[in-house]
């Protein structure tokens, strides 16, 4: 619908196994990011890459590992997760910082 | 840093009526952005109006309009005809020149058939 595409929608994981995060975007934006949506709280910003350079990370734990390989793709690598990592994860691209965001649909991850 | 508050965690309203959800903002700048986002269930994210701070004229969308009190830290948002397709999940959200975007709880609207 907007743009910003992740796979997979759904995922389950075991806390040893590793599984990565997609994201892609066709809106030629040179910002993305990462943020994790749990219930009853407020969105939380991971990460912020800005031309590919990350320029925000949000005392993430480092079993998230990011990865921005050009402008159009982002991917969020899995290792070790707990079972309080289970949310939605969502991507988002804009113009730059100052501009409004664009999200995709997110991934629903549950870490049995 | 900058914190939002939604005082509402649900709202209701019956379909072609007015609803306001309302936002406050903590800053001490005087240059940013205010967002309101819809989340709609199982759906993506979309951007809903945007104001900056620095214009005084509330910004409106078509059935949806803003009431922003700059001196208030208040940035509420009035959706008029409501409209099933209305329900969702609304964050408010706050956005300067050098902080990334901050988001509020969010208010769930239901709307009444």
């Known amino acids: 619908e907007t743009g910003v595409t992740q796979t997979p929608r759904h995922l389950v994981m075991g806390m040893t196994n590793k599984k990565s995060l997609k994201c892609e975007q066709h809106l030629g934006h040179n910002a993305m990011y990462w943020y994790k949506q749990s219930a009853k709280k407020p969105l939380e910003l991971m990460f912020v890459?800005?031309?590919?350079?990350?320029?925000e990370n949000n005392s993430v734990p480092s079993r998230f590992s990011p990865e921005c390989p050009n402008s159009s793709h982002l991917f969020l690598h899995l290792h070790t997760l707990q079972p309080e990592d289970s949310a939605l994860y969502l991507c988002?691209?804009?113009?730059?910082?100052?501009?409004?965001?664009?999200f995709g649909p997110g991934t629903r991850l549950t870490v049995t | 840093a900058q914190t939002v508050t939604q005082s509402q965690p649900e709202m209701s309203v019956q379909e072609a009526e007015t609803v306001t959800l309302s936002c406050t903002y903590d800053?001490?700048?005087?240059?940013?952005?205010l967002f309101w986002y819809k989340q709609p269930p199982s759906r993506q994210m979309i951007l809903v109006i945007r104001q900056e701070a620095y214009k005084q004229q509330n910004a409106t969308e078509n059935r949806f309009s803003v009431n922003f009190q700059k001196a208030a830290k208040s940035f509420s948002l009035k959706i008029s005809d409501s409209q099933l397709g209305d329900a969702a999940m609304y964050f408010c959200?706050?956005?300067?020149?050098?902080?990334?975007?901050?988001f509020g709880g969010g208010t769930r609207l239901m709307v009444k058939p």
């Open positions: 959200a706050f956005h300067n020149a050098g902080n990334m975007l901050t």
């Open positions: 800053t001490s700048e005087s240059d940013y952005y």
């Open positions: 890459y800005n031309f590919k350079e990350q320029t």
């Open positions: 988002a691209t804009s113009m730059g910082h100052l501009y409004e965001q664009y």
